[in-house]
């Protein structure tokens, strides 16, 4: 079976894209500044996205070829230093017309349960699935900000899979002293008190650890330079995550 999978990513990595599509990846402005040998690698994995992932319509939205092409070019444009092995855990993409309504529960110190609504742009799922709403993609597109959803969602499916908020906590917590982490968690602790010590970073980033890595790994990718001047050490750290140099 895993010989079967090797084989056909293979195919796919090598025909990559049609001549149309890969149009569609040059338009995303995080792809302008890579080389024409990156660039027929992110085709090569945004095709192996499309063909390994499900891609849903949800809220009466029309999901057409040029949505999904966007949402998995962003989504490989993460792996290109190989970060991971295609999100794994990952099997369907969800992808609403606008943010939509979800359930929430929040639990006080007594243990009493409250339940309501939240008004939501995405989130990721540790197994199975990850939502997106499409006007915030639509958005980023239309301004170039460093507001990247699919980015945002995906590091989080990044986040379970290799455990960076898990092991940033350790060191928060005395029990690691993993390099990297020990940079996260410090730079988590002092941006946590006072956002603007990282203008650049996006203060929700604050929230908590997983946040703080999602926003991160956004600025990574849409505005490096904006983040090494925030912080040469933090850049360093999402470089040695995800590998390539944007």
Known sequence: MFRFLFNRRGRWLEEGLSPKQAEV???LPEVQRLSEDQFKLLCGKTRVMLEEKTFEACGGIALTEQMKLVIAGYAALMLLGEASDYFPALT????YPKPYIAPVEDYDEAGIVT??????FGESWEFGSLVLAWNEIERHLQTGSEDNLVIHEFAHQLDDELGISLETERVLNGNSETEWAVVMARKFEAFS????RLPSVDPYGAEDLHE??????????????????????LYKVMA???????
């Open 193 to 196: 008190r006072n956002p603007r």
């Open 212 to 233: 703080f890595f999602a926003v991160l790994s956004e600025l990574y990718f849409t505005r490096p330079e904006a983040l090494r001047q925030d912080s040469e050490q």
């Open 115 to 120: 339940t309501g609504h939240e008004r939501r």
């Open 92 to 95: 369907s993409i969800l992808v």
């Open 25 to 27: 990846l040059r338009g």
């Open 240 to 246: 040695h995550i995800y590998n390539p140099t944007p």
